[in-house]
């Protein structure tokens, strides 16, 4: 696949507008191959022979064409007339980064240099294998090269992937480091108030109340550095998620469940160790 500007026309074009199109020149079977979904119209099919004339577009093109009842209708591409044929379902064809681009797909069995296969799960070693030897016995002079697409996506996201598992990992030593620093904050106090909690004991003082009024020290600033932490939390990771042309919404619930997870875990540490 690759970018195209040229003389591209249809009916009711504004000729002072340029659309970039993303062309890709294909043989039968790649819409089907793929698993691509027609929005209307056909795919290529060697039984219909002369389909080199015809053009299959994206919604995204249509939608950039603003073309109304697209299938019929002729796509002027340089100087040729081509019939639209079908309209495919935008699929992602660049990274997640990018909005899905208008596109349109052109019968050229003679310009195609790839194959592609479609296989069945546990069946990989032996069509390869098969693979290999219809290369030798056709294509000697060259060797058999071959990669997977879900390796190829997967290239595209390393740094996210990255990111989502160190992001994971600092987020649990942070909280090992933060329980361990509120548990010997407790002791300190503990023992500073030593002589306080025996006295509140001797005058009746239940338990919980001791552990209550020890606790009211950490509380406040436990939810200071929430209040301050959700803000910023939201803040970094809205600004990551503009990276991405498709992406979800943050909701307020996501901040609040993280905010009094935290709460619960400082209160539960404090308590353990009075």
Same mark, same amino acid.
């Given at each position: 696949?690759?970018?195209?500007?040229?003389?591209?026309?249809?009916?009711?074009?504004?000729?002072?507008?340029?659309?970039?199109?993303?062309?890709?020149?294909?043989?039968?079977?790649?819409?089907?191959?793929?698993?691509?979904?027609?929005?209307?119209?056909?795919?290529?099919?060697?039984?219909?022979?002369?389909?080199?004339?015809?053009?299959?577009?994206?919604? #995204? %093109?249509?939608?950039?064409?603003?073309?109304?009842?697209?299938?019929?209708?002729? +796509?002027?591409?340089?100087?040729?007339?081509?019939?639209?044929? %079908?309209?495919?379902?935008? +699929?992602?064809?660049?990274?997640?980064?990018?909005?899905?681009?208008?596109?349109?797909?052109?019968?050229?069995? @003679?310009?195609?240099?790839?194959?592609?296969?479609?296989?069945?799960?546990?069946?990989?070693?032996?069509?390869?294998?098969?693979?290999?030897? +219809?290369?030798?016995?056709?294509?000697?002079?060259? @060797?058999?090269?071959?990669?997977?697409?879900?390796?190829?996506?997967?290239?595209?996201?390393?740094?996210?992937?990255?990111?989502?598992?160190?992001?994971?990992? +600092?987020?649990?030593? #942070?909280?090992?480091?933060?329980?361990?620093?509120?548990?010997?904050?407790?002791?300190?106090?503990?023992?500073?108030?030593?002589?306080?909690?025996?006295?509140?004991?001797?005058?009746?003082?239940?338990?919980?109340?001791?552990?209550?009024?020890?606790?009211?020290?950490?509380?406040?600033?436990?939810?200071?550095?929430?209040?301050?932490?959700?803000?910023?939390?939201?803040?970094?990771?809205?600004?990551?998620?503009?990276?991405?042309?498709?992406?979800?919404?943050?909701?307020?619930?996501?901040?609040?469940?993280?905010?009094?997870?935290?709460?619960?875990?400082?209160?539960?540490?404090?308590?353990?160790?009075?």
């Amino acid at each position: 696949m690759s970018y195209t500007l040229g003389e591209f026309g249809w009916e009711g074009r504004n000729p002072k507008e340029v659309i970039k199109f993303q062309r890709a020149d294909v043989n039968a079977g790649f819409i089907e191959t793929l698993g691509i979904k027609m929005a209307a119209g056909r795919s290529f099919s060697k039984q219909y022979g002369a389909d080199t004339s015809n053009i299959i577009i994206n919604e #995204a %093109g249509i939608k950039a064409m603003r073309l109304k009842d697209p299938v019929g209708k002729i +796509f002027k591409l340089w100087g040729n007339d081509m019939q639209i044929i %079908g309209i495919i379902k935008d +699929f992602h064809f660049e990274s997640l980064h990018r909005k899905v681009g208008p596109m349109f797909i052109r019968y050229k069995p @003679t310009h195609t240099n790839r194959i592609m296969v479609k296989i069945k799960a546990g069946k990989v070693k032996p069509v390869l294998e098969e693979l290999q030897k +219809f290369n030798t016995k056709y294509n000697p002079e060259y @060797t058999f090269d071959y990669k997977f697409l879900d390796q190829d996506f997967q290239a595209q996201y390393v740094a996210e992937t990255r990111v989502a598992i160190l992001s994971r990992y +600092f987020a649990l030593l #942070a909280i090992v480091i933060s329980c361990l620093g509120l548990f010997g904050l407790a002791t300190f106090t503990a023992e500073k108030r030593f002589k306080e909690i025996g006295i509140r004991k001797i005058l009746g003082a239940s338990e919980f109340n001791v552990i209550y009024i020890l606790s009211k020290d950490f509380t406040k600033p436990v939810l200071i550095s929430i209040l301050i932490a959700l803000p910023v939390g939201y803040l970094l990771g809205k600004n990551w998620l503009n990276s991405f042309a498709y992406r979800i919404d943050l909701k307020l619930w996501f901040f609040i469940v993280s905010g009094f997870l935290a709460f619960i875990i400082s209160l539960a540490t404090v308590f353990f160790r009075h």
